[in-house]
């Protein structure tokens, strides 16, 4: 079985050696001190450059605590592809553990490749609805029952950060990021130089983050409740594209202007190159993600960062700070593994005890286990710990998820280029954008294979199942 998985690995990949060395030889009992027969487990992962490493150390800490249980972790991405990973599911030679993104977890354990692992925690007296953040745990299920457990978290992005010297410099106070829209507005039209046209500083472009991540900020949803609707085109949509726009132009002229700026001021380095603005005191605010904290530590130390969570729209009585979480990774168990019991041991330690409290730890971002981030550690890392990371995560909410959210993705943000662009106005690009995304949601539902009788969705997956694969950002 094992020969036939990695020639399906050459095939696909045109690679050769890319599994991994087992993390240490099998021994003879487990933890508790019981016999036990040497199992070898393949999981695949989808951890890459210098963190594959700490994939090597949970193995080894792993057999450690279970010495008849040999990991065999293979980097996924990058030499094996969803669709050849998922040929494995079905042809009967599938890893023992495989690393996904949720709506890839829905469409496969819809397809009843996946194991569902409802039982094996409630043997094991594990609740996820009280491990995890809320957010995460609604999207790792399918029918109420999860399919797998997260490798790291959602909902923790945008956050708002800001240079601290740059503040003070135009005499706001450091201390006092803006709480909303409108705040953010006139901070960032105070931070904002010009000679003649062209701009020289910029406070803060607010369509450096997705449209999604503002609608929510307002209140509003791109999809209804059940899933089976766009909502993006109502009128919190409408709002909030048309704010963006006007956000631009009153701060900047147009967003012409801005691209200028940052064609001057950014370079093509991997490293600094695209936040060079930041660090040169030309740039007074972003929103960035959660681990944009720890590169700045290491591109630009003693940077005077400030943080705080992101604003929303106060002229929406019902708008507050929050964040959306569309998606997570994580780790499931093929149903055609032939070690469930030995794969669930494995993925635990991965997913929600201390191998993965290590590994993220390691990368210094949080996770979807709640007790992990209230580690004094943390706080120690990062001063914004407290009162901006575990605030949005506390604050986040889970989006119905589709596999056609890549596609919907791209046509939103299509017509926010396009109203910013002046080639459409708000009403009508909003309305393009959502029949499109409607027709993505239809035939996706004509596609899907009829639901479980008796299911009922924690959370919707929206317009039914097809394949739809992701790596990460």
């Not at 594959?52 to 010495?67: G, I, S």
């Not at 089976?228 to 701060?251: C, H, I, M, P, S």
């Amino acid at each position: 079985m094992i020969a036939t998985r990695r020639a399906v690995v050459r095939a696909g990949a045109g690679l050769t050696g890319i599994l991994a060395g087992a993390c240490g030889a099998p021994g003879g009992s487990t933890s508790g001190g019981q016999s036990a027969a040497p199992v070898t487990l393949e999981f695949f992962h989808e951890w890459d450059g210098v963190r594959t490493k700490l994939v090597e150390d949970m193995c080894a800490d792993f057999q450690r605590l279970h010495p008849h249980i040999t990991p065999k972790p293979m980097l996924s991405r990058g030499n094996l592809s969803m669709d050849k990973i998922f040929a494995t599911l079905v042809s009967g030679t599938a890893p023992d553990i495989v690393n996904i993104r949720t709506e890839t977890g829905l469409v496969w354990a819809d397809k009843k490749t996946l194991r569902f692992l409802d039982d094996l925690l409630k043997r094991d007296r594990i609740n996820v609805d009280q491990v995890l953040y809320k957010s995460n745990a609604d999207l790792i299920k399918l029918g109420a029952k999860p399919f797998g457990l997260p490798q790291t978290t959602a909902g923790v992005d945008p956050i708002l950060m800001y240079n601290r010297q740059v503040f003070s410099q135009f005499g706001l106070d450091p201390a006092k990021p803006p709480r909303t829209w409108q705040e953010m507005e006139s901070t960032a039209q105070r931070l904002t130089q010009r000679d003649g046209d062209k701009l020289t500083r910029i406070g803060f472009v607010a369509t450096n983050r997705p449209y999604w991540e503002w609608l929510a900020l307002n209140n509003g949803d791109m999809f209804i409740p059940d899933g089976k609707k766009v909502a993006f085109n109502g009128a919190e949509g409408q709002e909030t594209l048309a704010w963006l726009v006007d956000f631009t132009q009153r701060t900047y002229g147009s967003i012409k202007a801005v691209r200028d700026f940052y064609a001057a001021n950014r370079t093509s380095a991997s490293v600094r190159g695209a936040r060079l603005p930041w660090y040169d005191g030309k740039e007074g605010m972003f929103a960035e993600i959660v681990s944009m904290f720890f590169r700045i530590d290491e591109e630009e130390p003693g940077f005077p960062l400030g943080a705080a969570v992101p604003p929303y729209n106060s002229k929406n009585p019902k708008a507050k700070a929050k964040t959306i979480a569309n998606y997570v990774w994580v780790y499931a168990i093929p149903q055609a593994s032939k070690q469930h019991d030995p794969a669930w041991t494995l993925n635990k330690y991965i997913s929600i005890e201390d191998g993965a409290r290590k590994a993220l730890l390691a990368q210094k971002r949080p996770a979807a286990v709640r007790k992990f981030n209230e580690e004094k550690a943390y706080r120690d890392l990062n001063p914004h710990w407290g009162d901006v990371v575990l605030k949005n995560l506390e604050a986040s909410v889970s989006m119905p998820q589709s596999p056609a959210w890549e596609d919907i993705s791209k046509g939103v943000t299509k017509a926010l280029n396009d109203v910013l662009d002046g080639k459409l106005g708000v009403k009508e690009a909003l309305t393009q954008a959502a029949t499109e995304a409607q027709n993505l949601l239809d035939t996706v539902r004509s596609r899907a294979s009829p639901p479980e009788v008796g299911a009922v969705h924690s959370r919707p997956v929206l317009g039914g199942l097809h394949h739809s694969y992701h790596r990460a950002a």
